[in-house]
């Protein structure tokens, strides 16, 4: 029994390790994604996914000036040209809006859950992978 | 009038044949109840933001995340732990297959009440996943395993094994579902693999 419970505890940390290093990998692989989609990062920006219904994104996006202080924000906007387009006007330079209508951006960085944002630096790693919450 | 002693009747064949198959189907019941709670202790526990972000969602203690968010996470995450032990050391099982029901007919619950309110979830159940739960299966899959657990308890009380923890059956489903984790964790690696390519 003892010579099991060795060979478990071996496995265990063998799985830990194993598991740190996929970890690993998929946040290297998330940064290349990020490269490859060639938005121009300062070296803290704010990745914001917003969806078509959200009427809040004004609040979500001063809940991360709050929490990061005055970032640069890139809003990725599951949504109509049109739409995105109005929402730009609203909203001040530090902050530009993309159209991501089938939300195939928003799917790559894994922004599925609306409202949520990245942190990302300059070397494309992500810093931060958050949702929003409704009454923040 | 002739008394034959009990072991020689066909009764007592019966009652052998009866308890050898209550054994086996306790072990059943016990394995697929341990492994069921020890892959989605794994799972939560390896993606336990996600996991997080579910039980806000569910919305029945706040839409913040907040301390009670994490206890309630923590809560679960242990009585999970709990179970997957005790099943798989084959102690405790009257107990463990009440606590089995109640927490099942909890998530089928759960699961009955998001599907009334049609809002959709991503309960990150058996780990990582971007695709959206299926709600009424989960509640199909919830309640027949409650219903299990039901049955496990009605046969419980002719089968114990207080003597002997099985303590290597724990070794062995521990070792599998840390494999399946990994097999999860590997299968997401090669997804972003294929995405950055195709990037």
Known sequence: ?136 | MCYYPLKTTYAWTLVEALTWKVGVAILILSGIFSLLFISSFTAKLFSFRPFLYAIIDFNIIGKQLNWKIYLAAFTVLGLELLLGVTFSLHILLGVAFIAAFVLLTCFSLLFLRQQLSKKPIKCSCFGRSDKLTNQKLAIIRNMLLALLALIGLGLQPSYSSYENPHVMTFLVYSALTCLYQMYVEWGYMKKLKKEAAVG
């Open chain 1, 1 to 136: 029994m003892t010579i099991a419970i060795i060979i478990w505890l071996l496995f265990v940390t063998a799985f830990t390790l194993v598991l740190r290093y996929i970890r690993v990998r998929q946040q290297q692989l998330k940064s290349t994604i990020l490269r490859e989609i060639g938005l121009s990062i300062s070296p803290v920006t704010a990745l914001l996914g917003v969806g078509l219904d959200d009427i809040g994104y004004m609040r979500h996006i001063s809940y991360i000036h709050e929490k990061y202080g005055e970032i640069p924000i890139i809003v990725l906007y599951k949504g109509p040209a049109w739409k995105a387009d109005l929402m730009q006007r609203k909203l001040s330079s530090s902050v530009q809006v993309i159209v991501d209508e089938e939300a195939e951006l928003l799917r790559k960085l894994e922004l599925t859950d609306l409202p949520s944002y990245l942190i990302t630096d300059q070397a494309y790693r992500i810093r931060e992978h958050s949702r929003i919450f409704d009454a923040v």
